[in-house]
């Protein structure tokens, strides 16, 4: 009777932890950053204003006549933007080109525990755990999307007072960074940066997930197929899908956001080791599982995804960088990269 009794209590703890496995991943204590960036960038929304932390190779405040390419450089989940930032100074150094041509900023999308571990001040953006991935809204400062911040820092490059020969921005991520800036190439208003004349560019490096745009998933075979919401209920609900959507994108229709998204120039690459189902920093919700069981298989899967939908022609590549793991300098830095980043010679085979 009494091992009964506790069988039943341990099933029953077990299915209360996998209901809130979700919630706790977007809100568990994370180690806090060794760094917060020390520029800023105000952010006004209709709640008030706040300030945001990032790192910029020259003073965007001031007139920049000479830049005529920015390169927005991403993070993934330890909001390590110092690291990301060298990063792309090295990117920069490799591709060879002028540094007064060429704005480095790095954002850095702080939790709530950066802020507090630093008695950061109270109006400083913040996000609960690793919930600015999804674009969801700060917990300190004002409420505001991760992706609407992204949109402030191209409104303000795209400043012609600030910076009249801008010709370029791109946006370059790995892993967490790249899972944002795939979501945000849906949800960005790119369009009317093009109205300005500059044209917009993403580099989606190594993510753990894709977000889909129908009910399809990868079969055995990689290849698009009907999905069995038996097997994870939740797997088409954002950021993995577009049901549940968030309210800055609800107001489209997934074909609208579709439509758009396959304008958008992207560079998808994965690391051709970056191969391991059993990776630490991998997403590993069924949710994810669905898109695979690891990074290259995810990420051959989505571009297949896409080219069966759009056999007209996709303004897309990708490319797989061989000999390299999960390591984002190393992707950031490659051929492939800086191709797209700086317009070099190309991406080697």
Not at 65 to 78: D, E, F, Q, S
Request: charged share 20%.
């Amino acid at each position: 009777m009494r091992s009964n009794v506790l069988r039943q209590l341990a099933v029953a703890l077990a299915a209360s932890a996998l209901a809130v496995a979700p919630a706790l991943a977007q809100g568990r204590p994370v180690r806090p950053v060794s760094v917060i960036a020390d520029a800023r960038m105000l952010v006004e929304t209709p709640q008030g204003h706040a300030q945001f932390p990032l790192y910029v190779s020259a003073d965007w405040n001031a007139p920049q006549p000479t830049v005529r390419r920015a390169i927005v450089i991403v993070h993934g989940r330890l909001r390590n933007a110092d690291t990301y930032f060298r990063t792309a100074q090295r990117a920069r150094e490799l591709a060879g080109v002028d540094p007064a041509s060429t704005l480095l900023v790095a954002p850095q999308f702080l939790a709530t525990d950066d802020v507090s571990a630093h008695h950061a001040p109270g109006d400083l953006l913040s996000w609960r755990g690793n919930a600015w991935m999804a674009g969801s809204k700060a917990r300190s400062g004002v409420p505001v999307s991760s992706y609407t911040v992204l949109d402030d820092i191209a409104r303000h490059l795209a400043d012609r007072r600030l910076f009249p020969n801008l010709k370029t921005i791109v946006f370059a991520g790995h892993s967490g960074g790249a899972q944002v800036l795939q979501r945000y190439a849906i949800a960005s208003h790119a369009d009317e940066l093009a109205a300005e004349g500059i044209d917009v560019r993403f580099v989606v490096a190594s993510p753990s997930s894709y977000a889909y745009f129908d009910a399809q998933r990868p079969d055995a075979n990689g290849a698009p197929a009907a999905f069995d919401a038996s097997r994870c209920a939740d797997f088409d609900h954002w950021k993995y899908g577009m049901e549940k959507r968030p309210a800055f994108i609800a107001g489209r229709t997934p074909a609208q956001l579709e439509a758009d998204y396959v304008k958008r120039r992207i560079e998808y690459l994965v690391g051709g080791n970056d191969n391991d189902p059993a990776s630490v920093s991998l997403d590993k919700s069924c949710a994810a599982q669905a898109q695979g069981a690891q990074r290259v298989a995810r990420a051959q899967s989505f571009y297949r995804y896409l080219q069966t939908r759009h056999a007209d022609g996709l303004n897309q590549m990708f490319h797989i960088v061989p000999g390299v793991g999960h390591d984002g300098a190393r992707m950031l830095t490659s051929s492939c990269a800086l191709a797209t980043m700086f317009d070099t010679a190309g991406c080697a085979p």
